[in-house]
């Protein structure tokens, strides 16, 4: 009997709390009177809701970061390699604007020169202080002959000694075995200017000591010997020794040419 009265007061409390329950919800519905309770009951909850759904946003966080950072070295990596080969390019393109240039230059030089003029490239320089010499594309199936000069576009280089059929040997006018007739511009005094082995500088030997040479004298072929033609640009004086005790003078001055850097040469045919 005391079990069966327990129970009926159990239902009770659940009907009673049933009632209770669907009368505020259709009050909350009607008047939204429990509008701020919730809300204060979200706040109080929602540090909780932030702890629980931590571990997930933290392990998507970090896994977005891993993958922000791969990408981003990927795409670092790929900008590294795409700067580099533009990199390439810009050094192939200015190399070619340069050798542009030296072409017209000396295109310009041929058109200035009374005689026939072939355009030749260096093959391979072979340059030391005992020898001075370079192979150029053209030999004598292009009509290239021994005893030719080879000019670049500011002066005198040297000429042919060697002719193969599709190339040719030129010994350069620093070779300490190669002497080339010169005169001074200015003064008109002539001699002649040896190779000392070095692209930068000629030496001419046993001047007078009251021959009118001054520093920056230009120096051009005089035509004497009949290997080079006259009034091309040979060098610039940049050094004068005299003795006093021989009464005679040593003349040091720079070729004009640019023995050690030209890639591109003239072969001069004197015209018969």
């Known amino acids: ?36 309770v919730r809300t204060n009951i979200s ?27 791969t990408e981003l070295l990927n795409e670092n990596a790929a900008l590294k390699a795409e700067g580099r080969i533009l990199n390439a390019r810009l050094q192939k393109l200015e190399i070619l604007a340069e050798e ?3 072409l017209r230059s000396l295109l310009g030089s041929a058109r200035k020169i009374a005689d026939d003029v072939i355009v030749a490239e260096l093959l391979s320089v072979d340059q030391n202080p005992y020898r001075q010499l370079i192979e150029i594309n053209k030999g004598s199936s292009d009509g290239i002959e021994i005893g030719h000069a080879v000019i670049d576009d500011f002066g005198i280089m040297g000429q042919v000694i060697h ?6 040997t030129t010994i350069l006018i620093s070779d300490p075995e190669h002497a080339i007739p010169v005169q001074f511009v200015r003064s008109g005094t002539r001699s002649v200017a040896f190779g000392r082995g ?16 001054k520093i920056e004298d230009e120096l051009v072929t005089s035509g004497l010997g009949g290997r080079f033609p006259p009034d091309y640009p040979v060098a610039r004086v940049t050094e004068i020794n005299e003795d006093r005790v ?18 591109e040469v003239l072969v001069i045919k004197p015209r018969q």
């Open 1 to 36: 009997m005391k079990t069966l009265l327990q129970a009926r007061g159990a239902s009770l409390k659940a009907l009673f709390l049933v009632v209770i329950s669907i009368t505020m919800m259709v009050v909350d519905h009607r008047f939204h009177h429990l509008e701020v």
């Open 43 to 69: 706040l109080a909850l929602s540090p909780l809701r932030y702890l629980v759904s931590l571990p997930v946003t933290g392990g998507n966080w970090i896994g977005d970061w891993f993958t922000s950072h």
């Open 100 to 102: 542009n240039e030296r």
């Open 163 to 168: 002719v193969n059929p599709q190339s040719a």
């Open 198 to 213: 070095s692209t930068s500088q000629l030496e001419l030997r046993y001047l007078p000591a009251t021959a009118d040479i």
């Open 246 to 263: 021989r009464g005679f003078v040593t003349v040091f001055a720079q070729p004009k040419a640019r023995l050690d850097s030209s890639r």
